[in-house]
């Protein structure tokens, strides 16, 4: 029991400093890679490479004057920065992060709570994290601000539910709610990687963790040409900073959450040394810059995305929700299951490669129907569009 | 006293505390708020019982879904910056007390008489079962089999609602 608060109170330590670490890196390279984007050259004069501008950024954060707008909400007005910024770090403390590492004293599990429903508690406290944005938009007794708070709202309520539906897919493969056992049930192969069987799961997660991260292209609540700063206009200082730790925070879950749910976790490619016991040091070690690899590449096409696409029109981000990714989703989750029941209950394939192949060429054929879906002639018709016409 | 009945009586407090505040506040947003902590502290209950799938379905679609539209709504209505009117007067506040001593009497009887020994499970069984078919499957095993009727008949009911919730928004459909 001892054992077990100590080392929990040493991995929360440690997670909590890696990912508030990150974020602030992550601050820096959002700019640098935007700058590269854009032949610019970014922030690189406080340090070496630029690489001490988010701490001269918190410092300035910190000694800016804090406002307080005369008819908000105050109780509410300085909640919502808080609200928006736990419920994004809570949701990492269920994610593995490393294969267990051996101590004198036992294993030690590489992730802060290995929940039985890890899965659910993940979707139950992303849902949350609106309450932080649409309180601050409410409290700053600001039209701007109301109106990107409510956007937030309808918006994560929307993405929320494709985001779930596609899910569970994987739930369906993995028959369980463990994320320790999700990714167990990857591990044997690169093929059984859920990206593969669940490729078209993976696609409406991506979109769906973009529109609940509040990212471009699906920025509206905050969107600079309407709103001014949307939800945070009237803060100032570190409670403005604050929603942009919670923004990047989440970033950083919701690419863990990708990992962990269709490349794998922390399991090394092309090998089964790495998942197999007895634990070393030296797979804990691997398999941790393994996960840190794939979290990274996901982080870093989070800002690929941001300075490549434009932002959604309001009235396109409600339709593709709900006429599109929606009924994509549950058609798509009646299908896999279907598919999965006939090949597990009918013909008794145990899961491995063969299995995660087929379920692989289901998706490539659903896929090609859905790109004609959502290209709507565009690059399919390309430049014959007639002259004139409304494409 | 044990660290489960002190966290119980902990989160039944604050449970409680936190219904007052909910329909004693008079700006609607404060009172959605107090609600949302009234939906945690619940679902800290359901934890404490076992039943952790439960508690994070209490979240995930109270707190994080339902509780989100009711903001909207409030939001969307804009309530929130009038107080509102009253529901007060003697003769609420005689339902009120009514009703409140009904609960009690039923609370009372229910300490005296307490659950018949016939449906009470033993001490270890919500653990058992969990191990043997899995948080999810306790729930879903019963829901999709032996009340799977019930079950899909509640979804009829709900499926009305929602088309009957369309057509009252939209005049011309």
Known sequence: ?391 | MSGSVIIFWAFAGLAIGSAVFCITRRSPVASALWLVVTLFSLAALFVVLDAQFIAVLQVLVYAGAIMVLFLFVIMLLNLGRQAATDIKGPLGLAVGVALAGVLGFQLGVLRVAGPPAAILLPPDAMARAAAEQGMVGSVARPLFDAYLVPFEITSVLLLAAIVGAVVLAKRRL
């Open chain 1, 1 to 391: 029991m001892t054992f077990f608060i100590v080392s929990s109170i040493i991995k929360i330590i440690v997670v909590f400093t890696a990912i508030m670490v990150g974020v602030a890196l992550l601050t820096l390279a959002e700019r640098r890679i935007c700058a590269w984007m854009q032949d610019r050259l970014g922030p690189n004069r406080v340090g070496p490479q630029g690489l001490l501008q988010p701490a001269a950024d918190g410092l300035k954060n910190l000694m800016k004057e804090e406002t307080l707008p005369a008819q908000a909400d105050k109780a509410l007005f300085l909640l919502a920065p808080a609200m928006s910024f736990v419920p994004a770090l809570l949701a990492f403390a269920v994610i593995p992060f490393a294969a267990p590492l051996p101590t004198r004293w036992g294993d030690v599990d590489m992730v802060v709570a290995n929940l039985p429903v890890g899965f659910l508690y993940i979707l139950a406290f992303g849902s949350l994290g609106v309450y932080g944005i649409v309180l601050a938009g409410w409290s700053s007794n600001n039209k701007y601000s109301l109106l990107g708070g409510l956007r937030a709202s309808a918006q994560m309520i929307s993405y929320e539910i494709a985001m779930g539906m596609s899910t569970v897919a994987v739930l369906l493969l993995a028959q369980n709610v463990t994320l320790t056992e999700v990714i167990a049930r990857q591990s044997s192969s690169l093929f059984t990687w859920n990206v593969f069987p669940l490729s078209l799961a993976f696609f409406i997660f991506v979109v769906a963790a973009f529109a609940e991260t509040n990212r471009l292209p699906f920025d509206l609540p905050e969107a600079e040409a309407e709103l001014i700063a949307g939800y945070h206009t009237e803060y100032s200082a570190m409670k403005f900073s604050m929603f942009y730790i919670a923004e990047y925070s989440n970033m950083v879950t919701a690419s863990a959450l990708m990992t962990t749910l269709f490349f794998g976790g922390w399991d090394v490619p092309f090998t089964t040394w790495d998942n197999t016991p007895p634990w070393t040091v030296w797979k804990t070690l691997a398999t941790l810059a393994v996960f840190s690899a794939k979290v990274l590449f996901f982080l870093f096409l989070y800002i690929w995305v941001r300075w490549t696409l434009p932002r959604f029109r309001y009235d396109q981000l409600m339709a593709l929700g709900w006429k599109v990714m929606l009924p994509l989703a549950l058609g798509y989750l009646s299908v896999i299951a279907t598919a999965i029941w006939l090949l597990h209950d009918r013909l008794a394939w145990t899961y491995d490669t063969r299995f995660a192949l087929t379920l692989f060429a289901l998706n490539v054929l659903l896929a090609i129907p859905l790109f004609f879906v959502l290209d709507r002639g565009h690059i399919v018709a390309g430049s014959v569009a007639p002259e004139g016409g409304n494409a």
